[in-house]
Nanobody
């Protein structure tokens, strides 16, 4: 099993920035895929960034160029930097890990962007 504990998020003004972090209980260098998802009220949970082992991050069109996914292998931590935030980025953000064929989720953290 992999436990994922998220931190960060909160209220930010439009145009501002946020950092999200996600600490894993397993070495992230052993995790097949790491990803960030978000779910806005009344909408589906959508993948916004993903990193497959040995690859480079890929981003959804809505966040490409504004959000950056990174990892700290020594700290077993996944990060998401959110820049140029817009009100439509308001959502609960979740980290996700696919490890040994199973998917694991963080508890979710709220990001609210005020106009």
């Amino acid at each position: 099993q992999v436990q994922l504990v998220e931190s960060g998020g909160g209220l930010v003004e439009s145009g501002g920035s946020q950092w999200l972090s996600c600490k894993a209980s397993e070495s992230i260098s052993n995790i097949f895929r790491l990803a960030w998802y978000r779910q806005a009220p009344g909408k589906s949970r959508d993948m916004i960034a993903a990193l497959t082992i040995g690859g480079s991050p890929v981003y959804a069109g809505a966040v490409s160029g504004r959000f950056t996914m990174s990892t700290d292998i020594a700290e077993n931590t996944l990060y998401l930097q959110l820049n140029s935030l817009k009100p439509e980025d308001t959502a609960v953000y979740y980290c996700n890990a696919v490890y040994q064929g199973k998917a694991y989720w963080g508890q979710g953290t709220q990001v609210t962007v005020s106009p």
